[in-house]
């Protein structure tokens, strides 16, 4: 078949189409403030940052995640579980000096666990959600 492809666009999505956000915070006294989560984030603070690579989602990343999912998902908790789910999924590499695995994901701080949601959805959208 020669319909693979139209003018260069291919339907599948590799595993090496790949996108990267970044996450800015900075602490002041017990507070951390996280760029895209804080409305208070200060651009002029000396933030600290990291870069986090993700892979775009293709049909058997949505699979995972609906077979993950058998709750209701018009429920708001619901669906900040299945964002959560999807960025481990989609995730293939940080700059951070910990090893990229589930354990550490979960022992990121809340707000930079959000910043990195809120990156996603600006990024793909709903993609691999819907």
């Known amino acids: 078949m020669e319909n693979e492809k139209i003018n260069n666009i291919s339907p599948f999505v590799e595993d090496d189409e ?24 200060d651009n002029k603070k000396d933030a600290v940052s990291f870069i986090v690579k993700f892979k775009y989602p293709n ?22 579980i299945m964002e959560i789910r999807r960025a481990l999924i989609l995730i293939r590499e940080w700059s951070l000096d910990k090893e990229l695995n589930n354990d550490n994901f979960y022992k990121l701080h809340p707000k930079i666990a959000k910043a990195m949601i809120v990156k996603i959805r600006d990024k793909i959208g709903l993609q691999g959600l819907i």
């Open 18 to 41: 790949r996108f990267e956000i970044q996450i800015k915070y900075y602490k002041e006294k017990d507070d951390l403030f996280v760029e895209a989560v804080d409305e208070q984030f």
């Open 59 to 80: 049909a058997g990343d949505y699979s995972l995640l609906t077979v993950q999912n058998t709750d209701n998902t018009d429920n708001i908790n619901n669906i900040l």
